[in-house]
């Protein structure tokens, strides 16, 4: 069975940045695509951002294009969101998981706790 760690959220001014770390316990997280995915309060889950098993391919949903960048050490079995330019938008507690493609929110695992991320206008 695979656990999510997700860190590194926290309270933000507008244009800030944060940097997300997912850790993972189980070797077959690094064997599968992997993904961000966000959550703010009465919305549905978002997929926000999909890195591939190689990590050579990317995805990123339109409200965070050229702001938030995806990347990925499966040695460590870690993924990562740098976030840019951040916007009062973007806050959401922030989770990732494994996907089946890079491009599509289907999930592999149970979700972690998350990291909330909270940016102030």
């Known amino acids: 069975q695979v656990q999510l760690v997700e860190s590194g959220g926290g309270l933000v001014q507008a244009g800030g940045s944060l940097r997300l770390s997912c850790a993972a316990s189980?070797?077959?997280?690094?064997?599968?695509?992997a993904g961000w995915f966000r959550q703010a309060p009465g919305n549905e889950r978002e997929f926000v951002a999909g890195i591939s098993w190689g990590g050579s391919n990317t995805y990123y949903v339109d409200s965070v294009k050229g702001r938030f960048t995806i990347s990925r050490d499966r040695a460590k079995n870690t993924v990562y969101l740098q976030m840019n330019s951040l916007k009062p938008e973007d806050t959401a507690v922030y989770y990732c998981?494994?996907?089946?493609?890079?491009?599509?929110?289907?999930?592999?695992?149970?979700w972690g706790q998350g990291t909330q991320v909270t940016v102030s206008s």
């Open positions: 998981n494994a996907v089946h493609r890079y491009d599509a929110p289907s999930v592999a695992y149970s």
């Open positions: 189980g070797r077959t997280f690094s064997d599968f695509p």
